[in-house]
Nanobody, 124 residues
Framework: QVQLVESGGGLVQAGGSLRLSCAAS????????MGWFRQRPGKEREFVAT????????YYADSVKGRFTISRDNAKNTVYLRMNSLTPEDTAVYSC?????????????????WGQGTQVTVSS
């Protein structure tokens, strides 16, 4: 079992930056593949970024490529999402997810555990 707790969300002006954190606890948390997803108001949940167990493989949604960076610190059992050049279109609840296989995967069906999410609001 893996528990995930996100933090770092908040209100930021367009063009600003935020860093989200996802703290994982549980026996297999350091070997899990991790992902960030978001759900914008009135929209379906969508993939944002993913990283494999050792950080060697990452994938990004086209909409965030070049602006967002996913990273992990396995010593701290934490995954980060650095978000730069934020726009109002990035306003969403951001959730992290973990899979036991350790893979970087863009599909939400590839994850076994989910956090509760953290709200990010970007004002224009």
């Amino acid at each position: 079992q893996v528990q995930l707790v996100e933090s770092g969300g908040g209100l930021v002006q367009a063009g600003g930056s935020l860093r989200l954190s996802c703290a994982a606890s549980g026996r297999t948390s350091s070997s899990a593949g991790m992902g960030w997803f978001r759900q914008r108001p009135g929209k379906e949940r969508e993939f944002v970024a993913t990283i494999n167990w050792n950080g060697g493989i990452t994938y990004y949604a086209d909409s965030v490529k070049g602006r967002f960076t996913i990273s992990r610190d396995n010593a701290k059992n934490t995954v980060y999402l650095r978000m730069n050049s934020l726009t109002p279109e990035d306003t969403a609840v951001y959730s992290c997810a973990a899979n036991k296989l350790g893979r970087a995967t863009m599909s939400p069906y590839g994850y076994d555990y989910w956090g509760q999410g953290t709200q990010v609001t970007v004002s224009s």
